[in-house]
């Protein structure tokens, strides 16, 4: 195998220059008070508990949160012209349901928080926490079976990859 056929099949994560994708992986699950009903937000949390007034929060007992991301995915995430793309995956019983959001990077995005991530479909930057802006979505869109399976409390995995 000669080297450039190497470096076409390495993982994209491998390789945080150019045009590559940085990719990073959040593991959660849903709870009881799930409602994602949220027309303009969602957002996932550190925290393991959720009222019903967190209408935006679709996973809890996040295991990372942005402060744990790769200073190049927090970079790349600062570029007005990267595509952030959030891959919601819930495995229920009635079987894996995968949405994906597509929002966009920000200057203003600086990705340190320690306790919870925001996409939202503004261009508003808030804080520490926003992951992405100008989301095509937000907790409201989501199918209704995986926001049930997120009320059942099952797993559910966020993939953030940017480019």
């Known amino acids: 195998m000669s080297d450039a056929e190497s470096e076409q099949d390495a993982d994209p994560d491998d390789h945080p220059s150019g045009d590559e994708s940085l990719v990073e992986i ?35 007992d996040a295991d990372r949160t942005p402060r744990d991301f790769s200073a190049e995915f927090r ?13 919601i995956t819930v495995e229920g019983d009635g079987g894996t349901h995968t949405e994906t959001i597509v929002g966009r990077g920000d ?12 996409g939202r479909t503004s261009e508003y930057t808030d804080d520490e926490r926003t992951i992405l802006v100008d989301a095509e979505t937000a907790a409201a ?19 953030l990859e940017v480019h």
């Open 26 to 60: 959040v593991h959660a699950r849903g709870h009881e008070n799930v409602t994602a009903k949220h027309a303009s937000t969602f957002e996932f949390t550190g925290d393991d508990w959720l009222t019903p007034a967190g209408d935006c929060i679709v996973g809890v």
């Open 75 to 87: 970079e790349a995430c600062q570029d007005p012209n990267a595509t952030v793309t959030a891959t």
């Open 107 to 118: 200057p203003g995005l600086a990705l340190v928080d320690d306790r919870s991530m925001v």
């Open 141 to 159: 869109g989501l199918d209704r079976e995986l926001v049930a399976a997120l009320a059942g409390g099952a797993d559910v995995e966020l993939r």
